[in-house]
T-cell receptor, first 107, second 113 residues
């Protein structure tokens, strides 16, 4: 099955800093999503981005499907950005999640 | 449009008991999937239902079973609970099957004592 790896595993930032999270996957995919899991466990859709670039406010994502990676950019980070960020790809009708990046943003 | 809703939000059960978790899919989504997330790990696929039939299963024993109803809502049943079943159980709905965007509910946190 497809392997999904994320880096870095942990990230500590001061409010206002920028960051880049990376997701590598082992095979071609038709579906890639980025999620933010808040401290209460809710998985929140950030981007559905099988290829190309999308932006939503301070967040943007780029997927280069031919090179099997995706990047999530967070600019001007805020304390509310804290939590775990997962990328996930579809493999035969199921989502395969990466290992996650735990982000802590301090004021 | 309504999102994915799950009930209950928290549950405590005793080892050996049975539990039923419920999920209402997002309006217009005909596919429902269930995931188990142990503490500190990513969600793991349990199974998926499409048009009331199981359509894919992860590496979970038969005591994990499910149902999907005509209105696309779903149940996850776990028999003979074990301590290791303690986890956050997440339901996701999607459309179209296999390629659409997945939307998750807020989860049911199950504790087995």
């Amino acid at each position: 099955g497809i392997q999904v790896e994320q880096s870095p595993p942990d990230l500590i930032l001061q409010e206002g800093a920028n960051s880049t999270l990376r997701c590598n996957f082992s095979d071609s995919v038709n579906n890639l999503q980025w999620f933010h899991q808040n401290p209460w466990g809710q998985l929140i859709n950030l981007f559905y981005i099988p290829s190309g670039t999308k932006q939503n406010g301070r967040l943007s994502a780029t997927t280069v499907a031919t090179e099997r990676y995706s990047l999530l950019y967070i600019s001007s980070s805020q304390t509310t950005d804290s939590g775990v960020y997962f990328c996930a790809v579809v493999d035969t009708d199921k989502l395969i999640f990466g290992t996650g990046t735990r982000l802590q943003v301090f004021p | 449009e309504t999102g994915v809703t799950q009930s209950p939000t928290h549950l405590i059960k005793t080892r050996g008991q049975q539990v039923t978790l419920r999920c209402s899919s997002q309006s217009g989504h005909n596919t429902v999937s269930w995931y188990q997330q142990a503490l500190g790990q990513g969600p793991q696929f349990i199974f998926q239902y499409y048009r009331e039939e199981e359509n894919g299963r992860g590496n979970f024993p038969p005591r994990f079973s499910g149902l999907q109803f005509p209105n696309y809502s779903s149940e996850l049943n776990v028999n003979a609970l074990e301590l290791d079943d303690s986890a956050l159980y997440l339901c996701a709905s999607s459309f179209p099957i296999g390629s659409g965007s997945y939307t998750f509910g807020s989860g049911t946190r199950l504790t087995v004592v």
